[in-house]
């Protein structure tokens, strides 16, 4: 699997990867208002480049197709991680989540914390992520609850 920077000129395909997420797999634990909702983050054209260039943000599979993203802060925030519908369960959200948490370790980041959704909270805690706490959050008119995740390293 090929694991690169995005740039700019990713934008149109990662929003893609985004739809394809939100819609495919959000229907399984999601209302239709609340993947509506999540849906109508990516009509905002410049919040959504600024989702993705405002940290350091990881995209697997080619340059034509990718397949999933994830994004971290300098300040060891994990911004995002989505998966194409196609692809989940197959190992891609591991490796850019394991690529994203390296390139913290790299810059002297010892401790990682995120917003995990439904889907997401798994796998950050197969990473050694722990719930800190539970928040309520409402996205273009629909509520969401997010589990606040966190792990601390022993960066020597």
């Known amino acids: 699997m090929n694991i690169r920077i995005a740039g700019n000129d990713d934008i149109p395909g990662l929003r893609e990867v985004y739809l394809d997420a939100v819609t495919t797999i959000g229907p399984m634990r999601y209302s239709p208002k609340q993947v509506q909702a999540w849906v109508q983050f990516v009509d905002g054209i410049e919040e959504f480049q600024n989702f993705i260039l405002d940290g350091t943000t990881f995209v697997a599979?080619?340059?034509?197709?990718?397949?999933?993203?994830?994004?971290i802060a300098d300040?060891?925030?994990v911004l995002s991680i989505y998966v194409r519908g196609a692809s989940?369960?197959?190992?891609v959200g591991s490796t850019l989540l394991a690529e994203?948490?390296?390139?913290?370790?790299?810059?002297?980041?010892?401790?990682?914390?995120a917003e995990a959704s439904e889907f997401s909270?798994?796998?950050f805690q197969k990473f050694g992520f722990s719930i800190t706490g539970k928040e309520r959050v409402v996205q273009y008119g629909a509520e969401f609850n997010r589990y606040l995740v966190q792990m601390k390293l022993d960066i020597q």
Do not use: M, T, W
């Open 75 to 77: 300040n060891g925030h």
């Open 88 to 91: 989940a369960r197959q190992g």
């Open 61 to 71: 599979g080619s340059d034509e197709a990718p397949v999933g993203f994830c994004g």
């Open 121 to 123: 909270l798994p796998l």
């Open 100 to 113: 994203a948490l390296e390139h913290g370790k790299r810059n002297s980041i010892s401790e990682f914390y």
